[in-house]
Every structure is written in C-alpha cells, then in structure tokens.
C-alpha cells in the first residue's frame, strides 16, 4: 500500500496572530512553525497502517517554500519513508489541491490522507477538491480509518454521530482525532531522517480561486463583569436582562 | 442567473444552521437582484420545506430518492450540481457543517467555481467584485477573500446569521430528479451510528452551550454540567483532557483540535482557557467563565465571569435559571 500524507507549515498553536502594517500578510517574525495539529492524526495513522500491514510506503508531501524543510524532516523522523515538496507558496485551497492531485496521480498512490483542516487558513477545502479531481471517493472528516486489503473502512463524522463508510483505494480521507495517539519523533528517528530522500519539485501551474485582500484582528473584548459567588444567582438576571441570551 | 441554497434536512426538519444559511441566500439575493432557490437534502416533510418561505426562499427542489436520506458524497454532489445548472446558479451557499464543506470542496471543482469556507458576512459586491469576510488563525483573526471565479461557493459559519422569520410566507416545493444511478452511491455509509444527545440539542448546532473542564474533578459531577445545561436548553461540551481520559465523549470536545462552536452563549465551567480551548470558542458571542483560580486565562476572553468553586456555583446557577419559570 502506497500512502500519500499532506502537511501543511502552520503557526504554533499558542502563537499571537499578528499581520503585516498593511494587514496583507500574516506576519512570520518570530514565529514557530509546526506540522499542522491535525495533519500529525493522518502521517501518524499512515506509519501506523504500515507497520501493521509490514509492507508499504509512507510518503509526505508538503507543498511549500525551503523554509518548511524542518517539519517535512521531523514528519520523516516520525517514521515516513521519503518526502516530496512541491516548491512553490501555496496560494490557496485550489492551487494546493492541485500540486496533491498531480503528485497522486503520478506517483500512483492507493491512499491520501492529510488533516481535517489547517489551522491558519481553516478551509476544510483541499480533501474534497483533490477527491474531484483525480475522480475518486473522498471520507472528511474521518475519526478512524482501517485497512483489509483494498478496502478501507472509516468512521466519518456527522454532526450528532457518526457513518460507517467503507471504500476501495484510491482514496482520499482528511483525519481528526480520536483516530490515533499522534507520535513524537525519538531520536533514531531524528537521525535516519537526514538520510532519507526528499525530492524537491516545481509547481503545476500557477491557479488560484481566491485572493485574501485584507487581514484584520476581532474586535478587543470589553473586560469580564466579575459576579461575587455568593450572588450567583445574579449572573442569570445579567444573561437575561442585559447580555440578552437567555 | 440566481443563488441556490443547499439546506440540510433531519428527521424532516430543516436543521437550524440551514435555515441561518436559508436567510442568507436570500438576503444575498436581494443585493443581486435576483431569487433564492433551495435545494434540499437529507428527510424533510414537504411542510417544513414550504416553511423556507419565511426565510425568503421562493421555490425548493426536492429529490424524494430514499438513498439521500443519509450523507453521500457523491450522490449530494452530483444532486446539487445538477441543481445549480437547472437553475443557472452563479452562488452556491451552503453551511460551513461537515456536509456543507464536504460537498462544496467537491462542487467548487465540478462546476469551476471559487470556494470560501467559514464565512461570517453577508458578501461585499460593489464595483463588480465579490469579497467575503471569513474566519481564518483558528478564530484569533478574520481575511478578507476574493472569489474571482465567475461562479462561488459560500460555507457559512453557524450563527453567524440570525435566520429570519417572515411569518406565513412560504416556498413552492418542487419536485425534482437528478438521475442518480446505482453507481453514485457506492460510497453510501454502511451504518450510522447516532450519539446520544445531552437534551436532543446537537453541540455544533447548539445557541447555549455548558461546557466543563478539568476543574469538574470526575464524571461523576457532569450531573451538576447537565442539570445547568437542561434548565437551559443548552448543549454540553467539554476541554479536550476530559476526553482524552473518557470522562466524556469526543464528540463533545471543543477548541483547536475539537468541534468549532459559536453560540449565543458559552459557560466555561473549572476550564483554564489555554489558547487551544479558546480557538474553538472564541466566536461566541457571550462568554461566561466560573473558575476559582482568578489569574485562569479564560477570565480574559470572557464577558461575565464568577470566581469562586464550580461545585457550590452550579447548583445555584441551575435554581436562578428554574427560578426564571
Ligand atoms: C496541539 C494542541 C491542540 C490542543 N487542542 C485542544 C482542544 O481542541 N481543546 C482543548 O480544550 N484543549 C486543547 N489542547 C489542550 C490545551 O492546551 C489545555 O491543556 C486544555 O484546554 C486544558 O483543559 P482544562 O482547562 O479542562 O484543564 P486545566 O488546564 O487543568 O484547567 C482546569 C481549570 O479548572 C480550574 N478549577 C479546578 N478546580 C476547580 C473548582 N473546584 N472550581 C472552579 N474551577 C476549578 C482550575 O483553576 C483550572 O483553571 C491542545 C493542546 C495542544 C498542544
């Protein structure tokens, strides 16, 4: 089985989201970059698949600048066999969607599986997109995935409960949790992984569907009105009368 | 040239995040010059749909095919897809639910359109171009998006518009056959598997929402979450270690990692606020924070807050609410 998991470069998540003067570009100055939180359920699933089946490939791609090598490193240092990036900045859902199909199609994988969304753009787009694309089944968002052969079958998340869905490979799936405990790099990971190949290649084409015009910060909260405990009670008339909620 | 609107549908009954979506469409509509159809999707009564009237919705299609009464991906997208060129549709919107954006990231490549999840806004259009406001950094920020594409796709993030009522208005409900062959449904689910609700309110669809921490100690004190929740007709949710260690069910964890919430009101009951927690709540619209510890985070993001025990402040907020009768 021949896998194929997307990780995007994304802010930490504890990082202070601030923007450029003039508010057209997230601002990168000091800020640590990690494998997208969501992305590590799917790259860890893969190896986990894998290893249990003791055969197959795991192959991670990012589609990103040189300055994403670091992460596609340690998602190589948590167990994939080899990476691909596709040298470009991804310009939106559609353009990334697009470099993934093309990557697919030509390495001929049997599963794509990449997180459920990134966590700075939060599009939950590029799954479907790359489903449509290369004509296959799409599962998102997927809380579990397991192997029989040819056949995968997923637990898909719907709003109250959850589908017992079950597809044959090729397939596309975007991953969230509970589906597996994600993994942390030991340190012979770390070290095979500078020796592991990683193929740098140029962009499909330069297509976008959308253009972000302008960032801006939600407005700044008022201030918390502190209730005393002993007059709880009191919160109740406040949501009524004045937040008007209740 | 028109707006279609893709309202989802359970047990017969529009789902409330569709009927925001409903009022949206037409309201978007309206700025065009032009009418909002809906398409719909899931089991709905004839009734309920006719109902779209009051949100502005003039004419819905419905497909009677029983197989559509669950999610399939394929066959919804070929359903809608088949819509939107019937009726010519330059603007698809549709919940930021995980049907819609499901869907709309398979539609926005079969029908060449610009997608745009997670949008708060009604679009801007003057001067021919077309700019919606969307969430984006996890909710600590918002962009600005351009759809150039000639035709688009809108999600649209749960209350995030309040639906209207125009009471005694209703929609023609037209029958409607997309030819969905056997084929479209290979990816049918197998089963499906229904969690139990606190109180029959779905969380992502929830207006009030109790949420507890690891403040609440155990599981065995969620009845003092639940009483709270019940006497207010809210959801239940919680931080994501009280799932991690089973005291509750994944699908009621919230935040960076969790499901997205952004009710009415959010009370964060022995809930620290730890930056990831908050990225899945911070679009509420009122916080409310009872932590005993008066430097917890949460306090910051809050509008009310109560420092004091979880455990003597909740029974006294669930007797204020009955109180209320
Ligand atoms: C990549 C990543 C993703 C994450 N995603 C999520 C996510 O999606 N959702 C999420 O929630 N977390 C997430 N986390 C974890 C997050 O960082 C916090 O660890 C978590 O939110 C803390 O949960 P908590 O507030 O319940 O527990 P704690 O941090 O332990 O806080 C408990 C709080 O309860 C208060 N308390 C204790 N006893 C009482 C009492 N008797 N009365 C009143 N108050 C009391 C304490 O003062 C404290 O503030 C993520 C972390 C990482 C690294």
Redesign the interface.
């Known amino acids: 089985m021949k896998f194929l998991v997307c990780i995007s470069n994304v802010p930490d998540t504890t990082t202070k989201i601030t923007f450029t003067p003039d508010n057209k570009e997230f601002n990168k100055a000091g800020v640590q970059f990690v494998i997208n939180p969501w992305d590590e359920y799917a790259l860890t699933r893969a190896i986990e698949l894998k290893e249990a089946a003791g055969s197959g490939t795991v192959t991670v791609l990012n589609v990103g600048e040189a300055d994403t090598e670091p992460n596609i490193r340690k998602a190589l240092a948590i167990g994939a066999d080899d990476a691909i990036r596709v040298n470009a900045a991804p310009k939106d859902a559609f353009f990334v969607a697009e470099q993934i199909a093309a990557i697919a199609k030509e390495g001929a994988y049997d599963v794509i599986l990449m997180g459920k969304e990134s966590i700075d753009y939060n599009g939950f787009q590029v799954h479907g997109m790359v489903g449509e694309l290369l004509g296959i089944p799409t599962v998102a968002p997927a809380m579990k995935l397991d192997m029989s052969g040819n056949t995968a079958t997923l637990e898909r998340e719907i709003e109250g409960g959850k589908e017992i869905v079950s597809v044959n490979t090729p397939f596309v799936a975007s991953c969230q949790q509970p589906m597996c405990e994600p993994r942390i790099p030991n340190m012979r990971g770390i070290m095979t992984a500078r020796t592991k190949p990683l193929k740098v290649v140029a962009a499909t084409g330069d297509a976008a569907r959308t253009q972000v015009q302008e960032y801006a910060l939600p407005p700044k909260k008022q201030g918390v009105k502190l209730i005393p405990a002993e007059s709880a009670g009191d919160l109740i008339k406040l949501l009524r009368n004045e937040a008007k909620v209740i | 040239m028109s707006v279609l609107v893709v309202v989802e549908c359970?047990k017969g009954e529009v789902?409330k995040s569709s009927l925001e979506v409903a009022t949206y469409g037409a309201q978007l509509a309206a700025q065009l010059g032009t009418s909002a159809t809906a398409i719909a999707v899931g089991e709905a009564s004839e009734a309920s749909l006719a109902r779209l009237g009051e949100q502005g919705i003039t004419k819905v299609l419905y497909d009677k095919e029983p197989r559509l009464k669950?999610?399939v991906?394929?066959a919804y997208?070929k359903l809608i897809a088949t819509a939107a060129q019937q009726e010519d549709a330059k603007v698809i919107v549709l919940a930021?639910?995980?049907?819609g954006?499901?869907?709309?990231?398979?539609l926005?490549?079969?029908l060449q359109?610009?997608?745009?999840?997670?949008v708060v806004e009604l679009p801007k259009t003057a001067g021919g171009q077309f700019?919606v406001k969307?969430?984006?950094?996890?909710?600590?920020?918002?962009?600005?998006?351009?759809?150039?594409?000639e035709r688009k796709i809108i999600a649209v993030k749960k209350n995030s518009i309040e639906a209207q009522h125009e009471a005694g208005k209703t929609a023609e409900v037209v029958a409607f056959a997309a030819q969905l062959s056997d084929a479209d449904f290979?990816?049918?689910?197998?089963?499906?598997?229904?969690?139990d609700?606190a109180g029959g309110i779905?969380l992502?669809?929830a207006e009030?929402v109790v949420s507890g921490g690891r403040g609440m100690k155990g599981p065995e004190n969620w009845h003092l979450i639940e009483d709270l929740a019940k006497a207010?007709g809210a959801a239940t949710a919680c931080s994501k270690p009280v799932?991690d260690v089973d005291w509750r069910p994944?699908?009621e964890?919230v935040g960076?990692?969790?499901i997205t919430v952004s009710p009415?009101?959010y009370i964060a009951c022995g809930i620290s606020g730890a930056?990831?927690h908050l990225?899945g709540v911070?679009?509420s619209?009122?916080i409310?924070?009872i932590n005993k510890d008066p430097e917890a985070p949460f306090?910051?993001?809050?509008?009310?807050?109560?420092?004091?025990?979880v455990f003597?402040?909740l029974p006294?907020?669930t007797?204020?609410?009955k109180?209320?009768g």
């Open positions: 359970d789902k669950d999610f991906n394929n997208t930021n639910s995980n049907i954006a499901t869907v709309g990231s398979r926005s490549i079969r359109a610009s997608l745009a999840t997670n700019t969307r969430g984006a950094f996890s909710g600590k920020a918002f962009s600005d998006v351009v759809l150039s594409g290979a990816d049918a689910p197998k089963q499906v598997v229904m969690q609700q779905l992502p669809e009030r207010l799932s994944h699908h964890h960076q990692t969790g009415n009101l930056i990831q990225a911070n679009s619209k009122v409310v924070v306090f910051k993001a809050a509008n009310y807050g109560i420092v004091g025990d003597d402040v006294k907020l007797a204020a609410v109180a209320l």
